[in-house]
Each structure stands twice: as C-alpha cells, then as structure tokens.
C-alpha cells in the first residue's frame, strides 16, 4: 500500500536505478511524494504517494501536464540523468527553486559541457561533436590518437569505448548512436589517470557541502563503474581541491540550488573534467556520503529545490570509509544466493546482492546496467573494508555460477 498523503509535496520527475533510499528519506520526512515517470527501468510506484505514468524523458516529456501535476508541489526534484531539463523546467515555470534550466541543459550534453568549461579557463579533453562519419574522420585528421567514442547524451557509463584510430572509431559508430537519444555522440583524447567525483550540494549558487568518491572502472571496456570509495576527509588529500573544481563548474553553468555530480580525472597540477550532472549521483554513492560524512544527499536535495536556508554540516563519522563494489560477469545465474551465505564472516559488508535472476543469461554489456552483483559496507580500516568487499564479490559471482568478467 502506498504512503497516505501528508506534509508538503514533493513532485519528482524520473527516477533511474539505485534510488530507494531516496524514497525512504522523504517518507521519513513526512514528505508527499508525488512520483511522474512513465519511462525509467527502475520502478517507486509503491514507495509513493502517487505515481503518474508520464514521459519524463527531455525529448518528449509534456511540460504543461507536469506543471499541472505540480501546481501544489512545495518543491521539483530528478532522480534521472535524461530528466534533468525537465525538472529544471518545470522547477522554473512554477516559481520553484532549481538547479535553473540554463544549468540543465549544459548537463545534457557532453559537448555543451565541455565547450563551456573551456570558455571558462577549465581543463577539458581535445574533443569533436559527431552527427556523422565525416566528423570521426576530422577529428583523426589521418592520424593514431589515444581517443575515447561515446553518446553525447547518455549516463551509466553506456557505450564509451577506446578507439584509437579512425578505423576503430567507425566501427563502433554504429552502436554509440543507438545508445543516443539524439544520435549524437562525441569522440575526444583519452586522458590517462585516476577517475573521481564530486558531490556537492549549492543553495543560491554557493557551494554548501561536497565529498570526494574515488572510483574504480574496468570491465570488458575498460569504462564501467566496478566501484567508489568515500573516505573522511581527514584521510583525503584532494578535498580541498575537489570543492574548488565543483564551484568552478558550478559557477561556469551558473547553478542555482542543487545537487551537482561532477567527474573528473585527475593528475599531479591538472583536474580534467569528464562529465558533470545536476541531479545526485548514482551507484549507491548517497550512502557512503551519508555513512562516512553524516549528510543525506536526498534530504539536501529537497531541502535546497524547497528553498530551505539551512546549511548542511560534513560530520565525519570517527573515521569511517564506505565503499561498494560491484561485479561483471557471464553465464547463466544459476540461482538465488541469500545474503547469510555471503555475509557470514565478513562483518564490514552490510549489503550484498545480485542484480540479475535466477536462469537469466547474461552476455555482452553496453552499460553498468548490466552488471550483475554488488556489495556495500564500511569500516574504520579501509584496507579491512577493500578485502572484504572483494571476497564478498568473488563469493557472489561463484554462487551465481557465473564467470567474472574483468575485461
């Protein structure tokens, strides 16, 4: 059954996986929740208020029906990379405070973001718009470069592949555009280095709270997310550095109140944007800002897109890391593994699962979608914390009967 109504109204458009903790915060707050998401995988129907079966997406999406839907909302909000245009709308046309439509578009689309952080003296990859063959072929201009071909408009690490020359580029062509809404991609160098992200939370455009995740990627591509760590900040280096990039970011696509979720790879004097969104991060990472900083990203969310002046205070918790990990692989799931199998001796993972059924057969993956185990925990000794989730991993991927897939 579904929750009764009651306290103000929030109105949330889109919803994508790995959002039930989201739900769960609101509920607490004693929030209405008003969910609008006739086009995400994932599915909150139950954990609502009220649902409505409409198209979010930002290339088809009915703005004047969402405004209908949120002509009582106190505040608008997005769960969903390919619905941040639309909330930021709709955000806008009821007088509502956003991360502003401006912000929002730049989003969605890795060329905008990148040719308006260039203008703004940020470091960004060298990088071609694609619509066609003609702009694979300029860009290589003849010629070998370490390059990266992905959609121009997708998340979750969809189609991004290494494709090194003109004839590799082509070849996966193909297939980058299917993965676009827009049939657009973007090819650009690949920068060498270790990948992070930072999550920040901006009320009137000043940056309130951002935490650093250090990420782990591989896969058969060599791009899908195995993995992030949140660590105190006593124990990161590059905090200080990583709230001055988000705010130069922020300040470039002139964010209002938000959340922004901004990727970056990083060297030793430069911090080279990857993508960046304005709605909260993905793959569990909320939780471990939540387990080791003591701040609920959600709750911040709709506090902010509600105008709320509070400012949220970083509380690291005695010097706990939280991490999750998560597993590729092929075959057939052979069956349901139950948690007490895998948790039994490890008392830093809290959460371990599968993500595909039992008899279903898993191949070749286009996304983090397709990844098919996680595990989640933290502790106060993060080398503890790594080996565990690591034998929680293994131990999943062999009960399933399925064949890791490290790429």
Known sequence: MSPKPHGPTLLVIGADAFRTAAFLTWARQGRRVVLADGSSHARYEHAVSEFHALDARDESSDIEALVRLGARAD???????????????VAHELGLPGTGVGAARVAR????????????????PAWREVRGRDDISAFYGG??????????????????????????ALARWGEVRRF??????????YIPGLEISVEAVFVRSRLEFSSLTRKLTGGPSGFFELGHVVRPDAAEPDADRAAAEVERIARAWELGSGIMHAEFKIGADRWTL???????????IPELVRRTHGVDLYALQCAVAGDA?????????????????????????RRLVRPAEVLADLPDVHVANQLVEAGQRVGRIHGNWGRVAY???????????????????DRLVAELGLVADGG
Do not use: C, H, M
Request: proline share 5%; aromatic share 2%.
């Open 75 to 89: 505040a608008v909000v997005t769960l969903s990379d390919g619905s941040q245009i639309t909330a930021a709308t």
């Open 109 to 124: 689309s890795k060329a905008r973001q990148r040719a308006v952080a260039a203008a703004a003296g940020l470091a960004v």
């Open 143 to 168: 010629r070998r470069r370490p390059a990266v071909l992905k959609p121009i408009d997708a998340a979750a690490s969809t189609a991004v592949y290494r494709v090194d020359d003109e004839a590799s």
């Open 180 to 189: 676009s809404p827009n049939a657009t991609g973007i090819v650009e160098e």
């Open 274 to 284: 990857v993508e960046a969104a304005v709605r909260p991060p993905g793959d569990f």
């Open 309 to 333: 002046q509070e400012t949220p205070v970083a509380r690291d918790r005695e010097g706990v890391t939280s991490a999750v990990r998560f597993a590729i692989a092929t075959g057939t799931a």
């Open 375 to 393: 595990a989640l925990g933290a502790s106060v000794d993060a080398d503890r914390l790594d080996a565990q989730l690591t034998k929680a991993i």
